[in-house]
């Protein structure tokens, strides 16, 4: 719905149309997968981080999972995990393991590969 | 099972509130730890890369599993576990068959640097809820974490690294789990990240070293918390059994002497150490220059051991089995049957194939195996070349101990070289030796001949003659020894042609004394006859002269008469006349 307008308004302008239609598969939709071991202060700014970048920068073309290691511990040897919080990046590839509470925004960007590594 | 096997050989009794500790299996480590690693706790398990860790580890996890019903969690940092199952199948351990029975788990962590980021504050909570489920998923009471220090390549926050692995093994302990944790030796410290400053209770420390282009495998246990524990670098061999550490230092001369003996094969031999051979659980040293007769010495006591149904090893380090028996096959020693019969083995081996410890973790694991009560050494000489003086004989010292302990009767030989002095041995052992017989060669009369001789023999009286030392086509003989006129041992074809001149000797002086008799008895007889011939004439004499007397007897009487008539006659005084009859008439 929102992106009505906006096509419409490619619509009008032809470069702004064959742009965007070539931009399209370069914004893939992400799998995210965020571990957290119970409801910890580190749990919640991380919870809270995610959300934040996904909204920011993601917005409508991703997913994301919350596994709550203590709920379901079989499944963190599946991703290789070995600190919490860790969040990991499914889809696109590479796969990510983005470790921490995701408060370092920079780090965070480069690994989801929304921002080019310096 | 091999690890309540040598259970004679513990280093420390334990002590009456001694420290529960949970047996490894593996064969000498439970000695060495006096009872196994402190169960419930961490033990840290460093060393140099391909030393071994991560196969102690494992063997740890199989012998818990297997022998003492103690699953385990296998954590590997560095290994996938297809990869430890495939490595592992190689020493003979079916990983996924003890996975599929639930008493195995193994769990590979992978950490790949170049896939992780850290964005900010972590703990490893993923981890320690892995392994916690791991563990409860089979009640595991045993835990490796192979090569934990993997951690530190993957993420860089060291300072949040170390509290975690602080925490992970304060963890450990809690859960009551027997943990290994095994890390790569460090530059400065037992391992790369100093994990033994959190890892308290027990270290053990692996290492590889290379000699003389032989490499060693050596375990030292660098700290045991509240037990005693061995302190010295134990060998350790690793083969198609797994590991097997030599537990042996110098357990002190506490073995019991026995009184009873054992034959040397060789029934003169036996005669001149008090007619019963050697004693039961000694030392014997067969030292000669090359070619004495050894190892035909040696033979005949293999073989006189088999034949009384004795299990004999042979530790052949300068022939293979087969020449062996070949070669005494000459001197009409079989000893093709007591190999098939089981009672006699052999292995050859060439000493410079191995480092001296290993020739001796693998000389103790076939001792252990095959539990031989009498055992051929031949020759220890070689052994020199492996090391100095000090470390052969110490080596040798434990071999003899071991021996000693096992109430096993040992002849080493040595190889005397030539021009060295003969009352020596290559790796001066005699004095560890309880009987030395001296093998060498002499020469006269353009032959060598082997002369054997006992040098010493404790605790019983023994000859101090040399004998001729021969090898028939009937075994081994000995021979009375002469010496010559200018006192020269003659042996050989000397000593056999003095045997033939003494013969001869013997037989003409036979001939003598015989004759000399026969000249006595004609000596007597001929004294015989004039004795009756002198006799004789006596007795013709005897008869003349009693005739002779009777006559005078008479003339007297007559003479008499005659005298008292004239008297009467001249009116004498009879008296006077009868004073004086013999005057006769004073005319």
Known sequence: ????????????????????????????????????????????????????????????????????????????????????PTLIKKLPPPLRQLIGDLSDREQVLIGLDLKPKK | MKHDKPKKIRLAPPAAPSLPKAPTGIQGLDEVTGGGLPQGRPTLLC????????????????????????????????????????????????????????????????????????????????????????????????????????????????????????????????????????????????????????????????????????????????????????????????????????????????HEAGTGRVSSGVPRLDTMMGGKGFYRASTVLVSGTAGSGKTS?????????????????????????????????????????????GTLRFHAIRTTACGLEMHLAIMYKLLNQFKPRVVV?????????????????????????FFKMHQITALFTSLTEGGSVIESTEVGVSSLMDTWLLLRDVENGAERNRILHILKSRGMAHSNQVREFLLTDHGVELREVYVGPSGVLLTGSARGELEAQEGAQALVLEQEIEGKARALEYKRQAMEARIAALRAEFE????????????????????????????????????????????????
Not at chain 1, 34 to 45: D, E, F, K, V
Request: proline share 3%; aromatic share 6%.
């Open chain 2, 377 to 401: 050494v031949d020759p220890i000489s070689d052994f020199a070349r492996l090391g100095s003086n000090t470390e052969v004989k110490a080596m040798l010292t434990r071999l003899i101990d």
């Open chain 2, 297 to 341: 010495l040696a033979a005949s006591f293999a073989h006189a051991a088999s034949a009384r149904g004795e299990r004999c090893l042979w530790l052949a380090f300068e022939e293979s089995a087969s020449q062996i028996i070949r070669n005494m096959r000459s001197i009409g020693t079989d000893l093709e049957p007591a190999v098939r019969r």
């Open chain 1, 1 to 84: 719905m929102k992106a009505k307008p906006k096509a419409d308004s490619a619509a009008k302008d032809s470069t702004a149309t064959s742009e965007e239609s070539l931009a399209k598969p370069s914004k893939p939709r992400y799998r995210l997968r965020l571990y957290i071991a119970g409801m910890t202060p580190r749990s919640a700014r991380a919870l809270a981080n995610i959300a934040e970048i996904c909204e920011q920068y993601l917005k409508g073309r991703y997913d994301l999972q919350i596994i709550d290691l203590y709920q379901q511990p079989v499944l963190a040897a599946g991703d290789q995990i070995i600190a919490v």
């Open chain 2, 540 to 587: 013709v004499e005897q008869t003349e002269a009693a005739k002779t007397i009777g006559q005078d007897h008479t003339r007297a009487s007559v003479l008499a008469g005659d005298r008292v008539q004239m008297g009467r006659l001249r009116q004498a005084d009879a008296g006077a006349t009868g004073r004086r009859p013999k005057q006769g008439g004073p005319r």
């Open chain 2, 47 to 254: 060393g140099s890369p391909g030393c071994g860790k991560t196969l102690l580890a494992m063997e740890f996890l199989v012998r818990g599993a297997v022998n003492f019903g103690e699953p385990g969690v296998f954590m590997a940092f560095e290994e996938n576990t297809e990869e430890l199952a495939t490595n592992f199948a190689s020493l003979g351990y079916d990983l996924k068959a003890l996975v599929a029975q639930k008493k195995l788990v193994l769990e590979f962590v992978h950490i790949e640097r170049s896939e992780i980021a850290e964005t900010g504050e972590y703990d490893l909570e993923g981890l320690f809820i892995r392994l916690g489920q791991k563990i409860d998923s089979i009640g595991a009471k045993r835990v490796v974490l192979d090569a934990v220090e993997a951690l530190f390549s993957g993420l860089s926050n060291t300072a949040i690294l170390r509290a975690e692995l602080r925490r992970l093994f304060c963890w450990l302990k809690e859960k009551g789990v027997t943990a290994i944790i095994t890390g790569d030796r460090g530059e400065t410290g037992l391992t790369r990240h100093g994990l033994e400053e959190y890892v308290a209770d027990c270290v053990i420390l692996l290492d590889h070293r290379v000699e003389g282009q032989m490499a060693t495998r050596l375990l030292r246990i660098v700290k045991y918390r509240g037990s005693a524990h061995g302190t010295r670098e134990f060998p350790f061999l690793i083969d198609e059994d797994g590991i097997s550490i030599v537990p042996i230092t110098s357990i002190g001369l506490t």
